[in-house]
């Protein structure tokens, strides 16, 4: 039989089932004693094991059923669940989502887990997990997370090369700590150090044989790095392996939930045939025996039919402006009603399929608590994570880029605002600190915060560091608030890390996290308080293909620019335009705001205008503002956002255009760009 028409099916089950095992998992890790949380995980491998084995896909099916031999141990009470073993059972995981990417690229879902798969057996044959609770030392096997996966894929679109190096000293070596900085020193100077197995906590207190693996992103060639890592004394070997395309493809997840779906029961009757006698399958694991009352009325839809009905309703809006334009221009009463009703019932066909493609940020906060277990335990403290308004919705466009933002702040509360635990008790709060993840619409927006209880942010060394660093002068520094000195963690490069670290440090992350979410037409903001943690802030629009605007006129020009950056207009008498600087600038209700002459900006030819006043857009930019001088104002409308292609994609202040009623293309502004 031919599965491949199952397979669109089959990955996106097993990304579910996968999602599902990471949250029982979590749950169990906090109370080990409830059962009923086993054998939840216990269905979702066997159901895995069953498609994986139906789609012919045998390494993940053998992973996967020596995966459940473990957990069938676990609810028959032979084994005792541990941290150590959880951390064996989340790095089969850990491949098992590796495989699925694999194959969702297009690959064979091939890998090797060979040593996850004796890890297993020995814990299933009651020996335990080997590892670094016993003593003994993690295997050197580089198994990356999702966003771990998503920075190398990036960095190697941009030009850079990934690198797994691995690199032995010799057996007299006496200060390996030593050796071990040099190496780091070296690769930081020539890249971006990206994870190291040992953990680098591990690598400082020597506790690793004499071998270690470090992922590296570098511009530099292979032979040229190895040549110059085998410099460093007291180093034995030096392995350096080429990471290509087909090691970083990743397909982006879309995890809207859908009950049952014809998938399930159909690989499951398949998968019977297949699977060994011994125990026959309870009601309960069963998916074809579920009551009714668990199938919902919903269906899957592929995303790119989503798309396509999208930019066909997007070419609606535009003809509906033309009609527009038309009955206003005719003046004829009964096309003007036609119309008008037609524009009332395309906007609630809007709204439906805007609905259609919003998604919860559920999909993306899912993998979260799983990453700040891992990287708590690898720092060695003590975080929960607080997940708040999962259901709050956000279009997928904009769900598809956010994560990568969100896991670097989160890494970043992790490693710079929680302190350790003894830290923390020594400032009487409790060990366990807490990162909150929050999520909730507010008008035409979203809102997402990430809230620690750690350290804060300490002003005088963010200070100190940003003068170091020619950021800002000694003199300037004196005279900022505490929120400008704030803004200044996003400038590129900049970091208040004492020493290398996998997790951050390395001044990369918050710039990104800043140009990202700026460019998907949102702001972020950061408030803290010393000792008492740290805030911050994401606003992002709903949706970013269809968008209401202001269109105003420069000259014989018209421009649009989006409402959700206006705070509101004005008309500025020539009297009242100052200059600092030989800048213009404005008094704006006690503020001092500059004068943005878009006319200048765009370099609009035309003439001069004369008259006394001056009509202005004030815009906002978190807590910035501008005031953008145009020639009138024409009136307010819905608009189709497109985009101006790769060749011109780098106009200043330009974030799209749209075609205008009378089928005239208006350039979209980036306010962002111009509130300086």
Do not use: W
């Amino acid at each position: 039989m031919d599965m491949s028409q199952y397979l669109d099916l089959f990955i996106d089950e097993s990304k579910e089932h996968l999602q599902t095992i990471n949250e029982r998992l979590l749950e169990l890790e906090n109370d080990p004693g409830d059962m009923a949380l086993v054998n939840e995980i216990f269905r979702s491998a066997h159901t895995l094991k069953g498609m994986s084995a139906t789609m012919g896909f045998e390494d993940l099916a053998n992973l996967t059923h020596q995966m459940e031999n473990v957990l069938d141990g676990i609810r028959n009470q032979k084994l005792a669940i541990t941290p150590e073993l959880l951390d064996v059972i989340f790095r089969a995981v850990d491949h098992l989502e590796a495989m699925i990417l694999s194959i969702a690229a297009g690959g064979d879902g091939k890998r090797d887990v060979s040593e996850t798969v004796e890890q297993l057996k020995r814990i299933e044959q009651g020996e335990g997990p080997r590892g670094r609770a016993n003593g003994e030392l993690p295997a050197l096997e580089q198994a990356y997370g999702e966003f771990e996966y998503r920075v190398l894929q990036q960095a190697k679109e941009q030009g850079y090369s990934v690198y797994e190096i691995r690199v032995r000293l010799r057996d007299d070596c006496l200060l390996k700590s030593a050796r071990v900085y040099m190496v780091f020193e070296l690769l930081n100077q020539e890249g971006e150090v990206v994870k190291s197995t040992p953990p680098v906590d591990m690598l400082e207190e020597e506790q690793f044989d004499q071998e270690f693996l470090v992922t590296v992103v570098s511009k530099t060639p292979a032979d040229e790095l190895q040549k110059q890592l085998m410099g460093i004394s007291e180093i034995d070997e030096v392995a350096v392996r080429v990471l290509d395309a087909d090691d970083l493809s990743v397909e982006g997840e879309d995890r809207a939930a859908a009950p049952e779906s014809p998938m399930s029961a159909a690989v499951e009757q398949a998968a019977a045939a297949q699977t060994e006698a011994g125990g026959a399958q309870t009601e309960a694991e069963a998916p074809e025996k579920q009551p009714a009352k668990h199938v919902g009325k919903t269906i899957r839809v592929n995303i790119e039919r989503l798309d396509m009905l999208m930019n066909l309703f997007e070419e609606l809006v535009v003809d509906r402006g033309r009609l527009e334009q038309i009955a206003r221009d005719v003046g004829h009463a009964e096309l003007t009603e036609t119309v008008e009703r037609m524009s009332r019932i395309s906007s609630d066909l809007q709204t439906i399929i805007l609905n259609m493609r919003m998604v919860p940020v559920e999909t993306v906060f899912n993998r979260f608590p799983r990453m700040v277990r891992q990287l708590a335990r690898e720092l060695g403290k003590k975080v929960r994570l607080d997940v708040i308004g999962a259901e709050t919705e956000l279009d997928r466009t904009v769900i598809d880029e956010i994560g990568d933002p969100l896991v670097h702040l989160l890494r970043n509360a992790l490693d710079h605002g929680i302190e350790a635990p003894d830290v923390r008790a020594a400032r009487g709060k409790p060990e366990e600190g807490t990162i909150q993840l929050r999520a909730y619409h507010s008008g035409n927006h979203v809102f997402i915060e990430i809230e620690d209880d750690g350290a804060g942010i300490s002003r005088e060394k963010v200070l100190k560091k940003a003068i170091s660093r020619g950021i800002v002068s000694p003199e300037a520094a004196e005279h900022l608030t505490d929120e400008q000195v704030y803004e200044l963690i996003f400038a590129p490069g900049f970091s208040t890390a004492d020493h290398i670290s996998d997790i951050s440090g390395r001044g990369v992350g918050l710039d990104v996290v800043k140009s990202t979410i700026e460019s998907l037409g949102g702001t972020v903001a950061v408030d803290s308080r010393p000792g008492q943690g740290s805030l911050f802030s994401i606003q992002l629009p709903l949706t970013l293909s269809i968008i209401s605007v202001l269109l105003v006129q420069i000259a014989a020009e018209t421009y649009a620019i989006p409402l959700s950056s206006i705070m509101e207009t004005a008309l500025i008498r020539k009297e009242d335009v100052f200059y600092v600087h030989n800048q213009p600038v404005i008094d704006f209700r006690g503020k001092v705001v500059p004068l943005v002459r878009l006319k200048d900006v765009f370099a609009v030819p035309g003439a001069s205008d004369d008259s006394e006043t001056v009509p202005a857009v004030i815009v906002r930019k978190g807590e910035k503002l501008a005031a953008l001088a145009v020639d009138s104002f024409i009136g307010q409308q819905e608009v189709v956002l497109k985009s101006l292609g790769n060749y011109l994609s780098s106009v200043f202040a330009i974030s799209g255009a749209t075609i205008l009623g009378d089928g005239r293309v208006a350039l979209i502004i980036d306010c962002n760009a111009l509130v300086k």
